[in-house]
């Protein structure tokens, strides 16, 4: 058996047996990363990432821990002297079968940089909690939009999961379902209703919206409060004018705002399309026809590609269609710097 390494293709036996301080031991090994899911999968298994991006497997059979790189959404690198440390021989075969060319040091460097499943959802939980700061300035209350005892840690695994090099709709929606239940099921509709009828929403309304228009809603307010603050007495004054240029914008009365505040408010409604899409789908996909749901996966795919435009990637490769999975995640406000 051998491996293709940065230092070419090496047996692994050779490594294990001889001293772990020669160019063997310190060749660089790199795997599709699609090889984690099977400990994924498994049960009391952990695959997890520390704090300086280093990837932590622990399972049954094998411990990595040691210079182990998760390089964005794409592959897995490690010394080969790690792995054999790391992997027992009848792990072997399966780590072999993912074993890809060495990609260089240039394009390691850059993929471990990048964002990756792990990086994008810890950020999207931290949103919620940074919305929840947010919301104890306005109202100065705890009663929070987002519940924080919300349990997240089913979600989290289903989000993180390694993608597949090839995938049917049905992994789409799964993921779909995990992001919303990450965020929509967090979302406590009672203290937002009553946050929005204060600042003077209509409440018969306000209960007629579902709860990702209501989350736009509350954050189209927010972000308008924010950006008017500085020229009103107070928080209750800069809410109400919010609230008003709200409502002036979803009755078309564009010509009410001024052009920095319409383009606010479009760019709230264009992060939460992403969110409205993936909701629409989890709630087919509960009680699904296969024609429905193909339609709804066509209907998403398309939608999601009007911000990048690549052809339909279901039952294509997954490096396509999970570039797609990581605009969605960008577009409901993981990119960085975006405010949440």
């Known amino acids: 058996m051998e491996f293709q390494t940065s230092e070419g293709r090496l047996r692994p036996w050779s490594v294990h047996e001889g001293s772990r301080h020669d160019s063997s031991a310190s060749a660089t090994v790199v795997f599709d990363q699609e090889v984690l899911r099977r400990y994924q999968s498994e049960l009391g298994a952990e695959v997890s990432l520390d704090n ?17 790189m998760l390089l964005g959404t794409e592959y897995v690198s490690l010394w080969l002297g790690d792995f054999v440390v790391g992997v027992p021989p009848s792990e072997w075969a399966h780590w072999q079968s993912f074993n890809i060319p060495f990609i260089g040091y240039e394009k390691q460097r850059q993929l471990f940089e990048a964002k990756n499943l792990f990086r994008m959802t810890t950020q999207l939980i931290r949103h919620t909690k940074l919305i929840n700061m947010r919301w104890l300035w306005l109202s100065e ?7 924080p005892n919300h349990h997240t840690e089913k979600d989290y695994h289903a989000l993180t999961k390694a993608l597949p090099r090839k995938v049917d709709g049905y992994e789409l929606i799964e993921r779909a379902r995990a ?3 990450l965020i929509a099921e967090s979302v406590s509709l009672t203290h937002m209703r009553s ?15 579902g709860t990702i228009k209501l989350l736009s809603t509350f954050m189209m307010v927010v972000r308008l409060a924010e950006a008017a ?54 709630v087919v996909a509960a009680h699904p026809t296969a ?10 795919t ?9 052809p339909p990637a279901i039952g294509r490769p997954f490096s396509t269609y999970m570039a797609r999975f990581q605009t969605a995640l960008r577009d409901v406000g993981l990119e960085g710097g975006r405010n949440p």
Request: glycine share 4%.
């Open 179 to 181: 992001l919303d239940g």
């Open 195 to 209: 946050f929005l009828k204060k600042v003077g929403f209509d409440s018969q309304l306000l209960q007629k919206l």
């Open 302 to 310: 398309r939608n999601i590609w009007v911000w990048r435009p690549i």
């Open 141 to 147: 209350d705890n009663a929070l939009p987002f519940n």
């Open 291 to 300: 024609k429905k749901l193909q339609a709804e996966l066509v209907a998403f």
């Open 229 to 282: 603050e500085g020229w009103h007495d107070n928080k209750d004054a800069a809410l109400s004018y919010a609230r008003k240029k709200v409502v002036h914008w979803q009755n078309g009365r564009t010509n009410q705002l001024t052009a920095e505040e319409t383009k606010l408010i479009e760019q709230t409604v264009k992060q939460f399309e992403v969110m409205f899409l993936i909701h629409s789908l989890r």
């Open 52 to 68: 300086i991006g280093q990837l932590y497997i622990k399972t049954k059979k094998i411990h990595l821990y040691r210079l182990t």
